[in-house]
């Protein structure tokens, strides 16, 4: 396989594929974590690496693995490191714990992650399999950080807050304000409707962006959004 | 008496699992099309939820956190919950489905193509989680899954309604299919958000 193939299998998750707003797996931690833009990074990561590590033992042992007990197998690969994961949050970054709550062990039952495993990492060579669950990670944690990031200006006014607990070096107070705090913020965004509506507007963006008829220009990635 | 009732409508008005807490949007979206199929799923879930719930809860209490007569914890194999319940509902849901296979073929005729999809439901999960976070007791714990299984219930239900509406609405290219159904989700979570508060009013119970 040539060296374009590898590459494109590695951006294909970023827009063409992406898992979230493409392909509409993973869309439960999508909607729920994304009332601040750290908590989507924090989110993506997690998945990113469970997905990478998942997608690379699934796909070593693909010839191993019988056809019929296929799922339960994956699960249990993939729970294994759903709980590396977990214990690894809860030790260095038990505030990102909090944030997360459930949807940290239910990255277990996140489609993206099973789904990337049925249709790419049982077929695919090891090399090819992590490359496809880097370029999905990165796709699933860019959607996450862009939805956190409307939902969380809107919401509250600020960007990125909470970031400080995930990178020290910023200080645990670190946030950016949006919009000054005398403007009463549109706080309908952080909770439950605010979620699928942003969701809605992002997807048809990317529906735009994607199935729009070419003109001359290259494409500007994300940029609407 | 009046605990479990709060817990019970909680869980289907004001904390309901899909529009105010995110879980299970999966087949929420996918398979709120038509009523028929809503119904079939709901109750499949609702059945594995409950039974679920009995399992893992002794489980947890039992064998991965064992506390003695003094409350001291006798060891702390907690970070096996994931791995040991996710593996739980999938035996479960085997079973079930070859359990209704071989008594119930009517009931499997009819749920049968949604059981295996449930495995990967976080509302499952979820709820079992939940339940053990929330510290409650087992029969909370069961009136608690029963009610998250209802609400799902009248969650699928009412918007497939919607969907049906929505569907043959004329929106934007890009908006066909599903960013409307999930602008209409956001609508639908809206009108429930007005739940807020009514299960304290009706019980007299401050939350």
Known sequence: MSENNKMKILTNGILNENPVLRLVLGTCPTLAVTTMASNGIGMGLAATFVLLCS????SALRKIIPDQVRIPCYITVIAGFV????????????????????YLPLI????????????????NGIL???LDGI????????TLTIMGSIREILGSGTWMAGLGKLVPALGADFSIRVIPE???????????????????????????LTTRPKKSAPAVEGGNA | MVKLAVIFFTMILVDNYVLAKFLGICPFLGVSKKLDSAVGMSLAVTFVMVLATAATWPIQTFLLTPVDAAGNQKWDMGYLQTIVFILIIAILVQLLENFLKKFIPALYKSLGVYLPLITTNCTILGVTILNLDNGYNFIESIVCAAGAGIGFLVAMVLFSGVRRRVEQAV??????????????AAVTS?????FGGIIDAIFNVAA
């Open chain 1, 55 to 58: 997608n690379i033992v699934i």
């Open chain 1, 83 to 102: 709980s590396v994961v977990q214990m690894v949050v809860k030790a260095y970054v038990p505030d990102l714990d909090k944030a997360l709550g459930v």
């Open chain 1, 108 to 123: 277990v039952v996140n489609c993206i992650i099973l789904g990337r495993a049925e249709m790419f990492a049982s077929k």
């Open chain 1, 128 to 130: 090819d399999s992590a």
């Open chain 1, 135 to 142: 370029g999905m990670g990165i796709g699933f944690t860019v």
């Open chain 1, 182 to 208: 005398s403007i009463d913020t549109f706080s309908l965004m952080t909770s439950a409707p605010g979620g699928f509506f942003v969701f809605g507007i992002l997807m048809a963006g990317a529906t735009w």
């Open chain 2, 171 to 184: 929106t934007p290219k890009c908006f066909e299919g599903l960013p409307i159904t999930l602008v209409a």
């Open chain 2, 190 to 194: 809206l009108s429930f958000m007005g």
